[in-house]
């Protein structure tokens, strides 16, 4: 791991900035220093460290925890592997990721849990944690899903890969009731979509358009899962955590609830905040996702929620698809955007554009991760801590190609670069190039 001095940086973190450095010993943030105070420059002038580093002004900020993704390993691994997407992950800057059930087999057991997390040992870059998938028949793995080492458990209320998907209002009463951690959910009606589809069918045949996915899977859709996970959380006293929030309706819903509670937190994704349904001309299947992307109006709401507070977390749900899985037409194309690469810049542009702060963009990519998943030692600039870093600069050009073996993206040209990320202590990337580095990342550890 070595020792790191980190000087001439614009420290970003916990709402403030300011012109300092850190000393990086053995894996772990051993000071941080602010220039503006005397006491703090001597300090850092002391420090014999194996290798000085000028950041030369740029920012760095702690390495973001992108608790949405799926990776694909086991069962989809000629999308995407746990080496691969882990590479894409540090390229970009994300130095922790919390991956979803939906594999072959799904990882609704903690046998299945144990499989993922020894080959995230053996190959991951970044540091690791796992969701346990909710279905309508283990409740006995649930209960147990903490023991096992998940960070929380997903229900999907609406279809997704690997036919995960809780359905029994039974079953999933129970699980609101007897689940120890947090319930993630994907929330979308299918009753309505399936609806709509056929609608959709009857008017243009085979030849959906794309730009008709957010009248598909419509915001009614969402909404109306949204309020029935809400209605079971606030009647068990669940901890309930709503994913990839992608509506005007739902940011106001949320709004309300969340003035009554501080059991229920909500996500959106970096796909929300940058597309609406205006870039399905230019873009087609490569942004086919679900929820779907909607209206521009749809997307000033989620950032206002953002700003807000509403929506606590910004994540990706990276999914990466073969080229010829996106091709075809609207029914064939399958369902996902790969991103973990490239969510930070794409931050960056909405804070570019006066839009976000980016003291709110580290919080909400960065602090509330760890603190709303109890992630231990990790997400903050602060002494004691790993030291999972990522400097950048926000004004120096960059391109860089996708590492995600699906080998696309919608976008990869971006006005920053990420010059350098750090996982416990060890340097991963280089100017979004990754170094020579063995996989050095973490099982992730969590305050229950």
């Given at each position: 791991?070595?020792?790191?001095?980190?000087?001439?940086?614009?420290?970003?973190?916990e709402?403030?900035?300011?012109?300092?450095?850190?000393?990086?010993?053995?894996?772990?943030?051993?000071?941080?220093?602010?220039?503006?105070?005397?006491?703090?420059?001597?300090?850092?002038?002391?420090?014999?460290?194996?290798?000085?580093?000028?950041?030369?002004?740029?920012?760095?900020?702690?390495g973001?925890?992108?608790?949405?993704?799926?990776?694909?390993?086991?069962?989809?691994?000629?999308?995407?592997?746990?080496?691969?997407?882990?590479?894409?992950?540090?390229?970009?800057?994300?130095?922790?990721?919390?991956?979803?059930?939906?594999?072959?087999?799904?990882?609704?057991?903690?046998?299945?849990?144990?499989?993922?997390?020894?080959?995230?040992?053996?190959?991951s870059?970044?540091?690791?944690?796992?969701?346990?998938?909710?279905?309508?028949?283990?409740?006995?793995?649930?209960?147990?899903?903490?023991?096992?080492?998940?960070?929380?458990?997903?229900?999907f209320?609406?279809?997704?890969?690997?036919?995960?998907?809780?359905?029994?209002?039974?079953?999933?009463?129970?699980?609101?009731?007897?689940?120890?951690?947090?319930?993630?959910?994907?929330?979308?009606?299918?009753?309505?979509?399936?609806?709509?589809?056929?609608?959709?069918?009857?008017?243009?045949?085979?030849?959906?358009?794309?730009?008709?996915?957010?009248?598909?899977?419509?915001?009614?859709?969402?909404?109306?899962?949204?309020?029935?996970?809400v209605?079971?959380a606030?009647?068990?006293?669940?901890?309930?955590?709503i994913?990839?929030?992608?509506?005007?309706?739902?940011?106001?819903?949320?709004?309300?609830?969340?003035?009554?509670?501080?059991?229920i937190?909500?996500?959106?994704?970096?796909?929300?905040?940058?597309?609406?349904?205006?870039?399905?001309?230019?873009?087609?299947?490569?942004?086919?996702?679900?929820?779907?992307?909607?209206?521009?109006?749809?997307?000033?709401?989620?950032?206002?929620?953002?700003r807000?507070?509403?929506?606590?977390?910004?994540s990706?749900?990276?999914?990466?698809?073969?080229?010829?899985?996106?091709?075809?037409?609207?029914?064939?194309?399958?369902?996902?955007?790969?991103?973990?690469?490239?969510?930070?810049?794409m931050?960056?542009?909405?804070?570019?554009?006066?839009?976000?702060?980016?003291?709110?963009?580290?919080?909400r990519?960065?602090?509330?991760?760890?603190?709303l998943?109890?992630?231990?030692?990790?997400?903050?600039?602060?002494?004691?801590?790993?030291?999972?870093?990522?400097?950048?600069?926000?004004?120096?050009?960059?391109?860089?190609?996708?590492?995600?073996?699906?080998?696309?993206?919608?976008?990869k040209?971006?006005?920053?670069?990420?010059?350098?990320?750090?996982?416990?202590?060890?340097?991963?990337?280089?100017?979004?190039?990754?170094?020579?580095?063995?996989?050095?990342?973490?099982?992730?550890?969590?305050?229950?």
């Open positions: 791991m070595g020792q790191y001095l980190l000087k001439n940086a614009v420290v970003v973190g709402g403030l900035s300011f012109n300092g450095g850190i000393f990086v010993r053995d894996g772990i943030i051993a000071d941080v220093f602010d220039y503006s105070l005397a006491d703090d420059r001597a300090r850092e002038g002391a420090v014999s460290a194996a290798e000085v580093i000028d950041l030369g002004g740029c920012h760095l900020c702690p973001l925890i992108d608790t949405h993704v799926h990776f694909r390993e086991p069962g989809a691994t000629q999308k995407g592997c746990i080496a691969s997407e882990s590479a894409a992950a540090v390229a970009g800057g994300v130095t922790s990721y919390l991956d979803m059930p939906n594999n072959n087999p799904p990882a609704v057991t903690a046998a299945a849990l144990a499989a993922k997390m020894e080959i995230a040992a053996r190959d870059l970044a540091n690791y944690g796992f969701y346990l998938g909710a279905t309508d028949n283990n409740i006995d793995e649930v209960a147990r899903a903490g023991a096992a080492g998940a960070c929380a458990v997903k229900m209320m609406g279809s997704s890969t690997g036919n995960l998907l809780v359905s029994d209002p039974a079953a999933m009463k129970n699980l609101f009731e007897r689940s120890p951690l947090m319930i993630a959910v994907h929330a979308e009606d299918n009753a309505i979509i399936a609806a709509n589809i056929e609608l959709y069918k009857a008017r243009y045949g085979d030849g959906i358009p794309f730009r008709a996915h957010p009248q598909i899977r419509s915001a009614a859709a969402c909404i109306a899962a949204t309020r029935k996970a209605e079971l606030l009647t068990t006293g669940a901890r309930l955590h994913m990839h929030v992608s509506t005007a309706e739902e940011v106001e819903y949320l709004a309300g609830v969340m003035s009554r509670t501080d059991k937190t909500a996500e959106t994704c970096v796909q929300y905040l940058t597309f609406c349904d205006e870039d399905y001309g230019r873009f087609g299947a490569q942004i086919k996702c679900n929820p779907a992307i909607k209206e521009a109006s749809d997307r000033e709401a989620l950032i206002q929620g953002v807000s507070g509403v929506l606590q977390t910004i990706t749900d990276h999914a990466p698809h073969l080229p010829q899985d996106k091709a075809g037409g609207y029914l064939e194309a399958a369902s996902g955007i790969p991103l973990v690469q490239y969510s930070l810049q931050m960056l542009e909405i804070v570019k554009s006066g839009k976000l702060s980016l003291p709110t963009v580290i919080e990519m960065c602090h509330a991760p760890a603190r998943f109890g992630i231990e030692r990790r997400g903050f600039i602060r002494k004691g801590y790993w030291a999972d870093l990522v400097a950048f600069n926000m004004n120096r050009p960059s391109s860089m190609e996708p590492l995600s073996r699906c080998g696309w993206s919608p976008v040209e971006f006005s920053s670069t990420i010059e350098y990320t750090f996982v416990n202590g060890t340097i991963v990337s280089r100017n979004g190039i990754l170094t020579d580095a063995q996989p050095s990342g973490m099982k992730l550890t969590y305050t229950r």
